[in-house]
C-alpha cells in the first residue's frame, strides 16, 4: 500500500488527492484495528516502554544500560534515547504515555509533504496561512500571495515552527489542511504507530491530537534517513533573498542545541510547545561512539528541556561507547 500511496509522489491539488482516499481510509481503518489488539513493538518499530517491560521481570537475568551509569534525573513527563541505527532504546520513562506533542506534530507534516510533494513545486501562501500571524501561533511571518518552492517552506516550517508554513504546505501539497491531516493519519499507521493521531498540521491543542515519546522516536528515527530533511533541520540559520514572487526572509531554529546552547555532535531536529503539551524537544546527535536520538516531552520549561536533552545525550555517549566496546555484556534497553 505504501508503493500505491507513494507513486503519486510530485502531484499537487485535490485532483490526484481524491484517487488516494480509498487507501488512506482503509489504511485509517487497519490502524484503529490495529491499535485496539496489538503491542507496539519491542524495538526498532516503535515503543521504547516495552523495554520497561522487559526489565522489570523478576525472571530477566540481563541488566539495563542504566546499570553501566545511573541514570539522569529528568524533569520531563516523558523521555526515550535510543539508537537511530539498530533502533535499540537506551533508556526510556512513560515511553507509551499518550501525549500531545505540539510542534514536533512537524515532523510528520515535513515527511509527509517530502513524501507526496516535490521539493521544486512553487506554493502560493494563502490567506488561511497568512492569518495565523498576530494569534498565539508560531509563525515564519509568510505573506499572502507570495509564492515559494516547497523547499524553501521547509524551512519556515522546521527552523522558527511556522504554523504558517505548515498551512502552506498542506495546501499547496493535499489541497486542503484536511487532505494533508489524513495523509499524515494515513503515514503514522504504515510507520506502527499505534497509539499517534492527528488532528491539525501543526501542533496546535485539539482533541484526538497527540503521540507517545516512543512513537515520536520512531517517527522521527524514519525522518532522519531523508537526506532533504536532515538538511533542513540542522541548519541554524536560513536566508531566503527577496525574489519577483516573493519578499525575504531570514528564520532562527527554536533548537537551541544548534545555537545558544551549542552541543556538539548534534544535527537537529524539532522544538515545541503548547499550554497542554508543556516544552518538548526531539534532537539527535553524532559522535564517534555512534548516534543517538532522544525525545522530552512536557518539561516544565524551555531550559528544562534542553537540560533534560543535554543530560540525555552525555549519558548515552558514555553508555553507547561501552555498549560498543563490550557488545557482549547482557545489558539492555530499559532502566
Known sequence: MRAALHARNGRTGGRWLRGIQPLALLACAL???????????????????????????????QRPYSALLPAPALSATAYVLIDPISGVFYLSH????????????????????????????????????AALEGGEASVAGLRAGDVLTLRELLYGLMLP??????????DGVAGSQGHFVTLMNTEAALLGLWHTHYADVHGLDAPGHYTTAGDLATLARS?????????????????????ASHQAYTWTTTNKLLTSRLYPGVIGIKTGFTGNAGECLVFAARRPQGQLLGVVLGAPDDDARFSDATALLDWGFVVADAA???PGSGYIAGG
Not at 515552527?161 to 505548515?166: F, I, N, R
Open 161 to 170: 515552527s511556522g504554523d504558517d508554513a505548515a498551512v502552506a504546505i498542506a
Open 94 to 129: 512513560n515511553a507509551r504515555a499518550e501525549l500531545p506533542m505540539a510542534s514536533t506534530t512537524k515532523i510528520m507534516t515535513a515527511l509527509v509533504a517530502l513524501t507526496f510533494g516535490s521539493l521544486d513545486q512553487r506554493i502560493t501562501v494563502g490567506a488561511d496561512a
Open 31 to 61: 490502524f484503529s484495528a490495529c491499535a485496539s489488539t496489538q503491542m507496539a513493538p519491542q524495538r526498532a518499530n516503535g515503543a521504547g516502554s516495552g523495554a520497561e517491560e522487559r526489565t522489570s521481570s523478576p525472571a530477566n537475568a
Open 223 to 243: 525522518a532522519m534517513r531523508l537526506t532533504a530533511f536532515r538538511t533542513v533541520v540542522g541548519t541554524a540559520v536560513y536566508q531566503l533573498n527577496a525574489g
Open 324 to 326: 560498543r566496546r563490550y
